[in-house]
């Protein structure tokens, strides 16, 4: 049985690299923003209401949350595409799988 | 915590640091020490403290996957087959933390976390992975098709072949370990962990690597949850994450030159730990909240 090529994790670990910096960055803005301002407040922000509720720094730092959650659905995304092109069907299967469960837990924690 | 002051968010920061480090090094969201920490220390509100700590979790995994997977420590393929009953069980989980008590399931919980400390430190004398005396290569790979892989051991100084066993031991023990973290909102890996080294013959470094990056896919469908609750406060939960990411770089750095059964021991403490806390708050002795 052949070894998986050397750039399939080299590109996962680009995506979790990528999601990593882009969500430190935007969290590092958002909290100087805010003790700049004064908005150092706790405050809770909802999924649907992240670009419109709450300071400018909490929609920043929400944003670079947001990006960070979704990294691991995104490395998923990626691994599908990278074992279906090998003809590893059957993991390439399991990730297509993880991806609709994951959608359904979505959708019955907003039900 | 209404207003966030310097010290506040050093405090957070410090939780993360510790929690990352523990996380990555053994396999583990670090979830079992933000939550009583932001609850007890800091005063943060149960819930929001959950919803900080599954950030944590996401945080944790992302940081030690960027790492992780560059060695080929990590065996997605292994990761992915598990995670499918992970994540059925995360759901089925939630589902059940509706109907069922939170004084029953901690003492589930404290149960489960007993008996896995103890079959750990019973097994931690004793490695199962041979030594292959031939240095191939010093990164690790996973074989295409297979749950089998290799990676170079910095402390042994040669390559550890496996090659998993027992997929339904991996399978149920992930599906148990996918419903705690749907009902106690932690990442589960402190179950994974375990099941993977002892009922799979996974190198426990494996394991752990694994385990980092399962639990931040099944943290990531939960946090939705709380984000749309709206129990995600930012300025919380993103200072809590810089923490994380920070022990997280330092603890998959070390890693790989740590002893084994130091990372087991390191382990089994943390399980002591998770047991005396549920065990008390099934006892109706609340720690917070």
Wanted: glycine content about 14%; charged content about 10%; hydrophobic content about 55%.
């Amino acid at each position: 049985m052949a070894d998986s090529p050397a750039s399939a994790p080299r590109g996962i670990q680009a995506i979790y690299r990528v999601g990593l910096m882009l969500a430190v960055c935007m969290i590092l803005v958002g909290l100087s923003w805010a003790l700049l301002r004064g908005e150092a407040a706790a405050v809770p922000i909802r999924l649907g209401g992240l670009l419109t509720a709450g300071s400018i720094a909490d929609r920043v730092v929400g944003l670079g949350i947001l990006i960070l959650s979704l990294t691991p659905a995104v490395v998923v995304i990626a691994l599908v595409r990278s074992w279906w092109r090998e003809g590893d069907r059957r993991f390439a299967a399991s990730g297509v799988l993880v991806i609709a469960i994951l959608a359904l837990a979505v959708a019955v924690g907003h039900a | 915590m209404s207003e966030v002051s310097i010290g506040d968010l050093a405090a957070l920061i410090g939780v993360g640091i510790a929690a990352g480090w523990l996380g990555s090094l053994v396999g583990i969201g670090g979830g079992i020490v933000v939550v009583p920490a932001l609850v007890i220390a800091l005063g943060v509100d149960f819930r929001v403290a959950v919803a900080s700590s599954l950030v944590a979790v996401i945080a944790t995994s992302v940081t030690a996957g960027s790492v992780y997977t560059g060695t080929g420590l990590a065996n997605l393929r292994l990761g992915m087959v598990l995670e499918v009953a992970t994540t059925i069980g995360a759901v089925a989980g939630g589902l059940a933390a509706i109907l069922l008590s939170t004084r029953f399931l901690a003492g589930v919980f404290a149960g489960v976390a007993l008996t896995t400390a103890l079959y750990m430190l019973r097994g931690a004398y004793r490695p199962r992975t041979r030594l292959v005396e031939a240095v191939v290569s010093a990164r690790g790979w996973e074989e295409t098709g297979t749950l089998a892989g290799a990676y170079f051991d910095e402390f042994r100084g040669g390559l550890v072949r496996y090659r998993g066993e027992r997929v339904q031991v991996g399978l149920a023990v992930s599906l148990a370990a996918g419903g705690i973290s749907g009902m106690l909102g932690v990442g589960g890996g402190f179950l994974k962990v375990p099941a993977m080294n002892l009922g799979m013959n996974i190198p426990i470094k494996v394991a752990s690597a694994t385990s980092n990056f399962m639990i931040g896919i099944t943290a990531a469908a939960s946090v939705f949850v709380y984000f749309a609750r709206g129990f995600v406060q930012p300025l919380v939960a993103a200072p809590l994450a810089l923490g994380v990411v920070a022990g997280s770089w330092a603890g998959a750095q070390t890693a790989g030159k740590a002893h084994p059964v130091v990372v087991k021991m390191i382990l089994v403490v943390t399980l002591l730990f998770v047991a005396l806390q549920m065990g008390l708050r099934s006892a109706g002795v609340e720690i917070g909240g």
